[in-house]
């Protein structure tokens, strides 16, 4: 199975220009991948820098035909005034709406949206975030794959998200452990049942040896613990940046290594190859691969 985690910043690459299918095509070059794990999508954002369409989720889904595309949305905001609808008959100015897209190949069972804690805190500017999980039939069993984008000011509302997205992983381990029966076969009572083996993969806005990267390294109790899939696989060296590579007007202090894959421990003798790309400039984030056996 191969993944691709990318902030794709809306399609918007280094020099600031906005194209989501040369973001697709650069995916695909990159692996012909089975899922595909994308941050900052938006919807109604016209206003951002490049002019993003109004739907990138649908032109996600016209862009990748014979994939599922699912959406999961953070920050949903009301039109800007001057966007909303001139006359009476219009069509109303879509919301404005900025989250995760995950696109797969592989047969999908379950799919979950789960809303991220945001804690107030007022000595920075933040947004409501969000993890996308989908339950994915992967070639070797199925597994859990999640995408996720946490908060860039806030280190309280990190830490809180990442205790979260532990507190989830153990959650999914004890369904996995005891299952609910389903009431039928037809209604929404399912059963609960998903593997724990997971992957937790996105943009972290944690720098690499951080607080917040570390106690999500933290022995879980009742689940197998995450381990970092590229320093699994590379172990003593030091991962390449991942943002601010290319654009340095952004990440004006300099590039940093933020962008991970996680993934449970039982899943580590069948990862196969993570590798942090280094050559594009389609977004001002750096894409990471992960391959398992």
Excluded at 188 to 211: H, L, Y
Excluded at 227 to 240: F, R
């Amino acid at each position: 199975m191969k993944l691709v985690s990318w902030n794709v910043q809306w399609g918007r690459d280094a020099s600031g220009n906005v194209d989501l299918a040369r973001t697709v095509r650069e995916a695909q070059r990159l692996a012909d991948f089975d899922v595909l794990c994308l941050q900052e999508v938006t919807c109604g954002f016209r206003a951002l820098p490049g002019g993003p369409g109004d739907d990138q989720f649908a032109e996600l889904r016209t862009l990748l035909p014979g994939y599922t595309v699912i959406e999961a949305i953070g920050a949903d905001l009301p039109a800007l005034p001057n966007a909303q609808a001139s006359s009476q008959n219009a069509a109303p100015a879509p919301r404005r709406q900025f989250g995760n897209a995950l696109a797969t190949r592989l047969p999908v069972a379950q799919v979950f949206r789960h809303t991220l804690p945001w804690p107030a805190d007022s000595t920075a500017p933040s947004m409501q975030r969000v993890a996308l999980e989908a339950v994915v039939d992967a070639p070797g069993g199925a597994l859990r794959v999640l995408v996720t984008h946490l908060e860039f000011y806030s280190l309280r509302q990190r830490l809180a998200q990442v205790d979260e997205l532990r507190r989830l992983q153990q959650e999914a381990a004890d369904h996995a452990a005891h299952p609910a029966r389903a009431e039928n076969d037809v209604g929404p009572f399912a059963r609960t049942a998903r593997p724990a083996a997971a992957i937790v993969c996105g943009d972290f806005n944690s720098a690499w040896g951080s607080e917040a990267y570390t106690r999500m390294l933290e022995p879980l109790a009742g689940s197998p613990a995450f381990i970092d899939a590229w320093m699994a696989l590379h172990p003593g060296a030091t991962p390449p940046h991942t943002a601010g590579v290319y654009d340095t007007a952004q990440w004006s202090d300099g590039p940093l290594t933020c962008d991970f894959v996680f993934v449970t421990e039982d899943l580590r003798a069948r990862l196969r190859r993570c590798e942090i790309d280094g050559l594009t400039q389609a977004s001002d984030h750096q894409p990471i691969v992960l391959e398992l056996d």
